[in-house]
Nanobody, 126 residues
Framework: QVQLVESGGGLVQAGGSLRLSCVAS????????MAWFRQAPGKEREFVAA????????YYGGSLKDRFTVSRDNAKNTVHLQMNSLKPEDTAVYYC???????????????????WGHGTQVTVSS
């Protein structure tokens, strides 16, 4: 049984940093895609970042690349999201997702991922 468990969320002041981690168990995803999505209250789920396939290519939603960095540790079957210069609008529940059959054009699409974590809350105060 595949499980994704996120950690690292919390309350931080604007301008601060957080590092989220997601550990996958039950299957290795080094040749697949591991991603982060977020959902704020009253808003649709939003693609944040992903690491794709064994080459480890990274992708980001919108202009998040300026402040966020996604990385993967294949040995630990873990994906990280380093978030810097956090803003109140970054407040959301952050979800980890993983899948083996994610094609390049579908990386930002939540429906492309087979497995999801329960999410971790990130709250940025002004």
């Amino acid at each position: 049984q595949v499980q994704l468990v996120e950690s690292g969320g919390g309350l931080v002041q604007a301008g601060g940093s957080l590092r989220l981690s997601c550990v996958a168990s039950g299957r290795a995803f080094s040749n697949g895609a591991m991603a982060w999505f977020r959902q704020a209250p009253g808003k649709e789920r939003e693609f944040v970042a992903a690491v794709w396939r064994s080459a480890g290519r990274t992708y980001y939603g919108g202009s998040l690349k300026d402040r966020f960095t996604v990385s993967r540790d294949n040995a630990k079957n873990t994906v990280h999201l380093q978030m810097n210069s956090l803003k109140p609008e970054d407040t959301a529940v952050y979800y980890c997702a993983a899948g083996m059959g994610v094609i390049l054009s579908s990386v930002p699409s939540g429906t492309a991922y087979d497995y999801w974590g329960h999410g971790t809350q990130v709250t940025v105060s002004s």
